[in-house]
Nanobody, 125 residues
Framework: VQLVESGGGSVQAGGSLRLSCAAS????????LGWFRQTPGREREGVAV???????NYADSVKGRFTISQDNAKNTLYLQMNSLKPEDTAMYYC????????????????????WGQGTQVTVSS
């Protein structure tokens, strides 16, 4: 299993970015892939998750602005981020877990077992 993020960068408030995660090892069976973020001095928080059946769950802070998706043919996970705000500034991580099914409720980082190295997103006002 290997997770490699890309697509981070700097953008002004109101702008958009698309993060990608090359997720080898997550092709078959029941799995979840998700995006998480962390700023210095704060705990890592769940942003969005998706499972092999396409069920999704989002943090309240990003609902309506961010969209998680996956391209199974390319083994790639995406996070389309629109209407970015300065408070979205963080290191963004891709993570995976198997077996797994997305359910409603809080997205808990500690249940995810595989992690990428992260990509920085900076939103300026």
């Amino acid at each position: 299993v290997q997770l490699v993020e890309s697509g981070g960068g700097s953008v002004q408030a109101g702008g958009s970015l698309r993060l990608s995660c090359a997720a080898s090892g997550y092709t078959y069976g029941r799995y979840c892939l998700g995006w998480f973020r962390q700023t210095p001095g704060r705990e890592r928080e769940g942003v969005a998750v998706i499972d092999n059946d396409g069920r999704t769950n989002y943090a309240d802070s990003v609902k309506g602005r961010f969209t998680i998706s996956q391209d199974n043919a390319k083994n790639t996970l995406y996070l389309q981020m629109n209407s970015l705000k300065p408070e979205d500034t963080a290191m963004y991580y891709c993570a995976g877990r198997t077996p797994c099914t997305v359910v409603a409720g809080a997205i808990v980082p500690k249940v995810f077992t595989d992690w990428g190295q992260g990509t920085q997103v900076t939103v300026s006002s």
